[in-house]
Nanobody, 128 residues
Framework: QVELIESGGGLVQPGNSLRLSCAAS????????MAWFRQAPGKERDSERDFVIGVRAGGSTFVADSVKGRFTISRDTAKNTVYLQMNGLKLEDTAVYYC??????????????????WGQGTQVTVTS
């Protein structure tokens, strides 16, 4: 069993940066495929969370086209934490961002239904 706690959200202007953290407890993050999802305003169901970026247990990453070149993911096994670095933020990046842990298999799933453990979410608002 792993528990996840996100932090680092906030209010920023377009073009600025934020770094989100996902601190894990209970098991090491390197045992899982870890992913960040986001849920835009107006989307109420968990199934409407969009995949943003992920890192496989083996270390390779997978990035959604919408954030490619702007967002990166990293993990610090010593701190048992996964990070989401967001640069060049846009208005459309406004969402609640969730960290999720899934099976540490070779496939990086992009559907939220494949992830068993979620954090509580952190709000990111990009506004001018």
């Amino acid at each position: 069993q792993v528990e996840l706690i996100e932090s680092g959200g906030g209010l920023v202007q377009p073009g600025n940066s934020l770094r989100l953290s996902c601190a894990a407890s209970g098991r090491t993050v390197s045992a899982f495929n870890m992913a960040w999802f986001r849920q835009a305003p107006g989307k109420e169901r968990d199934s409407e969370r969009d995949f943003v970026i992920g890192v496989r247990a083996g270390g390779s990453t997978f990035v959604a086209d919408s954030v490619k070149g702007r967002f990166t993911i990293s993990r610090d096994t010593a701190k048992n934490t996964v990070y989401l670095q967001m640069n060049g933020l846009k208005l459309e990046d406004t969402a609640v961002y969730y960290c999720a842990a899934g099976s540490g298999g070779p496939r990086m799933y992009t559907s939220p239904s494949n992830y068993a453990t979620w954090g509580q979410g952190t709000q990111v608002t990009v506004t001018s």
